[in-house]
């Protein structure tokens, strides 16, 4: 009897859950149509990690309901996808929740979608992001459940009018980076339910409307980087459950509405890069953790309550007109202070540190403060950057700075400090970048300065400093740039640190003798400066082996015999001074002697013939009886092996290039030195002759040289093979790729007008003309755009540079080294790339303390060749960066009066100057000091584009507008530069595409 009940009870249990999984499997047209969407899918990509055999809710990116019933999202986000024709069929899973496409290649959303889609009771979200998306706005009428809509990083414009009326639902909004214009869209459904609104980085203008309020659970709002003007309404303090704010890049004007300390929730507002005027409303950080509000015109003194708030961590005020003295006290959460580019006087709160526990970054630079540095500082000890540069600053350098042993970079140059060198900064092992340039400082160079082993660049020229360079310098191995000019330095120069490679600078100095042999080690370097010493002597050869080298200064010192012949892209500067060089390319003198040994030569060179024919004819018989008594010792072991082509792989699908590339030639022409045409950072371009005739570029990869590992190689092809699908005129994509067991090697197209620098900085006296500078800045910043806009994730650069941007013709430019990003380790880097970030002149001022590759330093760097572009000059110069040249040379100065900066060869008429002056504004603005007050690549190309359209004609209806304009920020009357300023940023977008 209990057998029995035993059996009847798990009989039932059996049966339980048969009809379980019975229950729990998908129904038949869901089934069918997953499997519809397979077939469809899987001839697109090859990316999709499905199989047909197995259940769909065990597939990748497929979720269930609980029991696997029903499907309730799809994610097929980042698989290549570039035909939308299997978006309607994902219609047919009526149980669809959640549908995320982002990162793919799609450019449109067929109508078939919305008719089979929009019945779908339950459909919560939809993710078209990064895609390519163009056209008009879809309406989503028939989505009334929607929550969640992201149609963000695409390529949708016009006007938004009810095209999202009809989602009663929605609570989250993005539509960012996109080209929509018109006004800020006010119908985003009836109900009001919206909770986060992304717009930033579109084309919108006209005011932020007050409607807005009227979304009261509104937690987001991000208008960032649009066109917006007017001011900031007082209504939007009736959004009580706001969070974040961010106005940023736009041209809102009038003062910071004081309502906004009334909203408990606010968080974050940012509002930098504007034109809001007036004082800071105090109270206004009462509830806030984040305020920027740089790159304004904000006046008066800084609010005795702002900075002392308990939930405040960050304040950026840096950019602005504020003056006064800096408050006393301040929050104990604060991470970061940002005051620099002001008009604050008196001196650093001694107390400042009492309760700053927390303080990373301390920026107080371009100011009027004084006085000496308050030995309290010490008490800073999260402290990573300390920033006084460029104030009043006096006393002798307080030896408690040594105690700040997280900092990382220490910047105080172009102040007035005395006294000796503090021993104890040498203590800090973190620091990174070391500056006390252009003070008063004396004494010697402590030796123990070579414990700072993470130092990248220090700076002490300017001063008094004398006596000799430490002989032990040579250790600090992380060292990339040193600059010790200006000072009274004397005695011998010591061995260098080997990966010195921005600029050794030891000009005005007392050094003499030979410039000494040790320096031909630098074989990074590319600025030498040795002017104004008393060097005599010949100037070396192995000068002109140094592969990196971009300029050698020698003036003013006693050098004397010949120049040697350096390599087209070095400029040698020799003059004044060193009254004993010759050239004996030039000189009469060479030629008469030339005249006189012409026949002793050729008799020598009959004799050398001659001999050589007759070594050449034993060795050749030599050769051939070894080879009879040895067949397998066909090379010779005094000649270097040639390489061993492991894989050979041609990524393009074109025909032409298919049948043209030749694995075997390519690896004959990459075993000789004599096909180098271009070095750039961290790559070898060879020129390569396929047997067809056909022409390409061969860039050389070192596996051992800071770029790979052996283990690498499957993925190194993986990566490759992804960046040769990219598909645009303006990057350099490779076409194959070959390995060997120490190299890789890329093909490209070949760039017949060589690299910008070269045809930009040549010396053959031609002038590239206005028409083609402008191709080429908006061409590069196409490429650079779509290289951080891709669909998989941005591409960074790690050395964008006029050298690597390569040109197929004179108006075609394209940007090469784009696989660095992809395939470079730098953790396993034996040279200088988990360093440095770029070429000297490039490189954004940031990374000195943060050691990290990002869009906004890419911005940087192409700001630095619109400068080259539009001033004709190096991103180097004498010692001097071109940005931080044109900066000071535009500081405080009306912008119709900037044309001093320009290059003078260019013959333009006055539209095509007021185009250069309008670009020269936006390049201004990519080397801006603060990364976040750089705009994307993406705002950087619309304003290039657009501006074309600025005339002098425009200029003047602008100048019309602004004299209807209220008094600025400096009083009654706006200053003229302001309304200049003003009127171009109006031209630059009347007719953006």
Known sequence: MGNSRYVASFCLLFLFILSSSVLAQLSSNQKSAMDNLYELLQNQTLALPWSATADPCSWAGVTCSAGNSTITELSLSNYGLHNSNFLPLVCKIDTLEALDVSKNSLSLIPDGFFKSCENIEGFKLLNFSWNGLSGLLPSFSGFSSLQSLDLSYNLLSGVIQLQLDGLDDLKSLNLSFNKFNGSIPINLGKSNALEQLHLSTNLFEGLIPEELANYSNLTLIDLSNNKLSGNLSSTIGKLLNLEVLLLSSNSLTGEIPSILSNIPTLKRFAANQNRFNGGIPSGITKYLKNLDLSYNYLSESIPNDLLCQPNLQTVDLSYNLLEGPIPKTMSSNLTRLRLGSNFLNGSIPSAICDKLQNLVYLELENNSLGGSIPRGLRSCNSLQLLSLAQNHFNGELPRELGDLRQLQGLVLQANNFIGEFPSEITQLSRLSVLNISWNMINGTIPSSISSLKNLVSLDLQGNNLSGSIPS?????????????????????????????????????????????????????????????????????????????????????????????????????????????????????????????????????????????????????????????????????????????????????????????????????????????????????????????????????????????????????GQEIKVLGKLHNANIMAPLAYMLTTDSAYLFYEFAYEGSLCDVLHSSSGTTLDWASRYCIATGVARGLAFLHGCPSGPILLFDLSSRSILLKSITEPQIGDIELYKVIDPSKSTGSISAVAGSVGYIPPEYAYTMRITMAGNVYSFGVILLELLTGKPAVSEGTELAKWVLSKSAHQQLQHRDHLLDFRLKTSPAAKTQMLVMLEIALACVSFSPEARPTMKSVLWRLLNARFASVGELRIAFSILSSFPSGPYGSSQRTADKVLYCFSLCAILNLD
């Open 472 to 716: 032990n310098i040579a250790d600090m191995n992380s060292l990339m740039e040193l600059q010790l000019g200006k000072n009274n330095l004397r005695g011998s120069i010591p061995l260098m640190p080997l990966k010195l490679q921005y600029t050794l600078n030891f000009s005005n100095n007392l050094f003499e003798g030979t410039i000494p042999q040790s320096l031909q080690s630098l074989r990074q370097l590319e600025v030498l400066d040795l002017s104004n010493n008393n060097f005599s002597g010949k100037i070396p050869d192995f000068l002109t082996k140094m592969d990196s080298l971009t300029q050698l200064l020698l003036a003013n010192n006693n050098l004397s015999g010949s120049v040697p012949t350096f390599n087209s892209r070095v400029t040698v500067t020799t003059k004044p001074g060193n009254l004993g060089l010759t050239n004996l390319t030039t000189t009469a003198s060479t030629a008469s002697h030339h005249k006189k040994t012409s026949i002793t030569v050729l008799l020598a060179l009959v004799f050398a013939a001659v001999i050589a024919g007759l070594l050449c004819v034993v060795s050749l018989l030599l050769s051939r009886r070894c080879c009879r008594k040895n067949n397998g010792e066909v090379q010779s072991r005094d000649d270097p092996p040639s390489p061993y082509l492991m894989e050979g792989y041609v990524l393009t699908a074109n025909g032409i290039y298919r049948s043209a590339i030749n694995f075997n030639k390519a690896m004959e022409v990459v075993s000789n030195p004599l096909n180098i045409l271009l070095k750039t950072r961290f790559s070898t371009y060879f020129e390569a002759v396929m047997p067809s005739g056909a022409r390409y570029f061969i860039k050389k990869l070192n596996w051992s040289d800071k770029i790979f590992q052996p283990g690498s190689l499957e993925n190194f």
